[in-house]
């Protein structure tokens, strides 16, 4: 097996099963250096038993490339294959209805590939689609995109649909949802975008009154079409509590603005908790299943979602991402304006 493509595809598993980032930030490391290196040399230094000289190549790596080399698979990588698998449950179907997925970060802001890289993955896994939604500029910590840097993505995704048609890109951005409930990011330029998704990332302990009307306002901008993962908590770890905010008024406003609540299926988030799901269901909001990708294993994290969808009864028909491209953007361009 070539090292490159086992070095690859051990961090693409890594990332699909959320792996510590020291660990991958490793195979990346080694990935990379076999890359830019002479196959001789390598060959080389491993037939010496010197592969632990390279830079930044441990027992784990090393082994790796030596079994690579050796003409088999590794077995780090067979052992994951196995352990990070997702299995498909009750959501099957929903998930075979998919048609792409709407919230995915690429290196231009937080994530770990670029656009192609994130691209060639969701067609991979029969998507029509992906939605590229970096940051916005207020999220410093993930080199969100000034108009400035967005304006030069829009060019990158354009050459890139060329080059991968037919399948599709469609133009984003998670966009800030900042204190008072506007965008971060100008109306010109969020016009110019096929699908935004709006989200609160700062000041999450806001009072509940406030957090309301944060919320109600960003539902109600007209360039807003999904809220992202709209309790902002987080499940794993040392986890991080749920946002207090009037669930009714949001999502009644969700429901009169024709918005949809995303289904966010990042593992650490699992956002809407049920309850508050049932409540956006109830109103009749429609839902997006989005697995909020930074790196291309992620794009599988789909079937979660699906199976909390197939859960609470949610058929397809009111799934945004279950609509081809053009579909999506059309319901993205219709929202009443009052």
Known sequence: MDPIAALDRIVYLLDRELAPAPKVKAFVRARDLVQEMDPDELRQLHDEGRLKDLPGIGDSTGRAIADALDGKVPDYL???ETTSAIPVGE???????LKGDCH??????????????????????????????????????????????LERQLEEVERLNVELAPFRI?????????????????????ARLDV?????????????????????????????????????????????????????????????????VEINCRPERQDPPEELLQLALDWGCKVSIDTDAHAPGQLEWQPYGCDKAARMGIEPGEIVNTLSADDLIAWAGSHPAE
């Not at 959501?91 to 075979?96: D, L, P, S, T, Y």
Request: overall charge negative.
């Open 78 to 80: 067979t052992k994951l």
């Open 91 to 97: 959501g099957g179907a929903i998930r075979e209805a």
């Open 104 to 149: 995915t970060h690429s290196e231009w802001s937080d994530g770990g590939a670029p656009i192609d890289v994130m691209a060639k993955a969701a067609r991979e896994l029969g998507h029509d689609y992906m939605v590229l939604t970096d940051h916005s500029a207020r999220l410093t910590i993930a080199h969100g995109l000034s108009a400035e840097r």
């Open 170 to 190: 469609l133009s984003g951005m998670e966009v800030d949802i900042l204190e008072d409930g506007t965008l971060d990011m100008t109306d010109d330029m969020l």
């Open 196 to 260: 935004v998704v709006a989200s609160v990332h700062s000041k999450l302990s806001m009072e509940r009154t406030e957090m309301t009307r944060r919320m109600v306002l960003a539902v109600a901008n007209p360039h807003t079409d999904i809220l992202g993962h709209c309790t902002g908590r987080k499940v794993v770890g040392r986890g991080r509590p749920q946002s207090k905010f009037d669930a009714e008024l949001v999502f009644a406003a969700c429901a009169r603005f024709d918005k949809a």
